[in-house]
């Protein structure tokens, strides 16, 4: 049986926002799945309200949702359904920006830097390996650029080693602080700048 490192044709694969109900259903679907393959409650995070209330905080003009599309035919896969996702919706709130003193003789506080985070980014397992999550990383970060947002930041779990790895490769570096409060002892903050 061949495996998604041994066959020689990759497969197209297409990133789309999510624009239709249809859309919006099929994120509702990977969201749940990305929820169940957790293991974790999410209900500090408000999740059953965010999906019922979908596309919300990930609309635009602040924010956007994403899902990918493959020409596989996969198992666990919907005919023509989206097999990845991922989400950028505005902070509630913004890091400031760190000042340089020699910059300026003023006592203002510096400015909030507009700040986006990255959410809920869930390949089907059927799907890894054809590096989606890299092309819906790479598009999520041009979307929240292009929505203004000069920083990103996201939370994972330690658990979650390989997306760690993929999003230390995209220049995400630990925070100093968590930007919430959450009952999940180790969660991990990374950000970057745009």
Not at 35 to 44: E, K, M, Q, W
Not at 110 to 133: C, I, Q, V
Not at 157 to 168: D, F, W
């Amino acid at each position: 049986m061949a495996t998604p490192e041994s066959t020689s044709a990759k497969p197209n694969i297409s990133i789309i926002p999510a624009s239709t109900a249809k859309h919006i259903e099929q994120a509702r679907r990977l969201f749940m799945l990305y929820a169940d393959s957790l293991g974790i409650d999410l209900t500090f995070q408000s999740f059953s309200s965010e999906l019922a209330n979908l596309p919300g905080a990930y609309a635009p003009p602040t924010g956007c949702l994403l899902l990918a599309y493959i020409d596989l035919p996969l198992p666990d896969m919907e005919p023509h359904g989206a097999v990845a996702c991922i989400a950028v919706r505005p902070l509630p709130y913004a890091y400031p920006v760190v000042s340089d003193s020699s910059a300026s003789s003023s006592s203002d506080p510096p400015l909030p830097t507009p700040t986006a985070e990255l959410k809920r980014l869930f390949t089907l397992p059927s799907t890894r390996g054809h590096g989606l999550a890299r092309q819906l990383i790479t598009h999520a970060l041009s979307s929240a650029q292009s929505l203004g947002y000069r920083r990103v930041v996201l939370d994972t779990l330690p658990s979650m080693r390989a997306a760690i790895s993929l999003y230390r490769s995209f220049g995400f570096r630990d925070l100093k602080a968590g930007y919430y409060d959450t009952p999940l002892e180790g969660t991990i903050f990374l950000g970057r700048e745009l």
